[in-house]
């Protein structure tokens, strides 16, 4: 599959799994009874996150619901456009709910400190996130996150939810995307 266009395998499916297992047992320690007003929400932030979501609501052993809130920054770009636009909004309300953001990456930060300040407003009784992905070296904007799966080098990366240019979300692994597919 996609023979040639990736460079490298950075995070193996295994990998994913063992992590998500350890995250998801951390994330239940913090809402020992579940989450005392109503069960937790799980706020994924489509698209990229669609597979670590459903995975790590397989994995939680509390009772989750799910919401989606898709927001773009990227396109068909390799760079944060640096504006966050909302795609489509969440379709109920979370005030007095725990929230969890599930995100995929956090790349610069921008697409999360935006949606921490947004989710704010709307006073849910706990706001707290998970990221499968992190870049330390990329990040311009500092954002409290409670769960991080693995911080990586500052490459472009594709896979398990991850796109350029919508593609590569399918792949089970994630990986390095070779330069000359984005003509670099
Ligand atoms: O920390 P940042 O630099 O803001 O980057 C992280 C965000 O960028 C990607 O979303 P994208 O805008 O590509 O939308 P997508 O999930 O639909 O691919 C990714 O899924 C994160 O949401
Ligand atoms: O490295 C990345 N890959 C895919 N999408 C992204 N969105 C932010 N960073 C990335
Ligand atoms: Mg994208």
């Known amino acids: 599959m996609y023979e040639g266009d990736i460079a490298s395998v950075l995070i193996s499916e295994e990998q994913i799994r063992d992590k998500t297992a350890e995250l998801a047992a951390a994330i239940a320690e913090r809402y020992p009874n579940g989450a005392p007003e109503g069960d937790l929400l799980l706020v994924g932030v489509l698209k990229g996150a669609i ?3 459903t995975d790590l609501a397989r994995a939680l052993p509390i ?9 773009s920054s990227y396109g068909s770009s390799t760079s944060s456009s640096g504006v966050v636009r909302i795609l489509k909004d969440l379709d109920k309300d979370i005030a007095g709910r ?6 995929d990456i956090i790349d610069s930060g921008l697409t999360l400190s ?5 989710l704010s407003t709307r006073n849910p009784a706990s706001l707290e996130v998970v990221t499968l992905l992190r870049k330390p070296e990329a990040t311009k904007l500092e954002v409290d996150v409670a769960w991080v799966g693995f911080d990586i080098p500052n490459e472009f990366v594709v896979g398990y939810g991850l796109d350029y240019a919508e593609r590569y979300r399918d792949l089970p692994y994630i990986g390095t995307l070779d330069p000359s597919v984005y003509g670099g």
């Open 51 to 53: 597979f670590f979501m």
């Open 63 to 71: 009772p989750t619901q799910m919401e989606f809130m898709a927001v």
């Open 98 to 103: 725990h929230v969890l953001i599930v995100e």
């Open 114 to 118: 935006w949606l921490i300040r947004n």
